[in-house]
């Protein structure tokens, strides 16, 4: 793969900075890199390494979206082509993982539920106990 130094036909981003193959190449590796950074961090069930991540992810794919790039050599295409399909590969592993993470995170808050609920009703029944007792 060839790199230019200087932006082929000037391909812009929103703010109109140029942007050349080489930088579009470099988001998307961390594109790649943030997504697996997201899937560690969903294994670890750490919430809000997950949501920083998620937020660099979104910015750095709302920046993507604005570049306009030249017709592509081959080999540059051929390179995007690869790492946008590891981007997607790397997108339903995360849907997966968030699907089991929330179905994991739900069964923590009903065992919660559960145990408050559970010792609610101990509490009355020894309150109840109680009054029972002191009456006698």
């Known amino acids: 793969m060839t790199q230019n130094p200087e932006p082929k036909t000037s391909p812009q981003t929103g703010k109109g900075d140029p942007v050349s193959t080489a930088d579009v190449v470099a988001m ?4 790649i890199t943030l997504s697996q950074e997201i899937l ?3 294994d670890a069930e750490d919430l809000n390494q997950i949501n920083q ?3 660099k992810r979104g910015q750095l794919m709302a920046e993507l979206n604005t570049i306009k790039l030249p017709p592509l050599e081959d080999s540059v295409r051929d390179t995007l082509t690869e790492k946008l ?3 997607k590969e790397l ?3 995360i849907e997966r993982k968030f ?3 929330s179905a994991h995170l739900q069964q923590q808050l009903n065992s919660v539920k559960d145990g408050r609920t559970k010792a609610s009703q101990y509490k009355s029944a020894s309150s109840r106990e109680h009054t029972r007792t002191d009456h006698t």
Do not use: H, K
């Open 85 to 87: 399909a590891t981007v």
């Open 28 to 31: 998307v590796d961390t594109l």
């Open 53 to 55: 991540a998620l937020l």
């Open 91 to 93: 997108d339903q592993q």
């Open 40 to 42: 560690t961090s969903a």
């Open 99 to 101: 699907s089991q993470l």
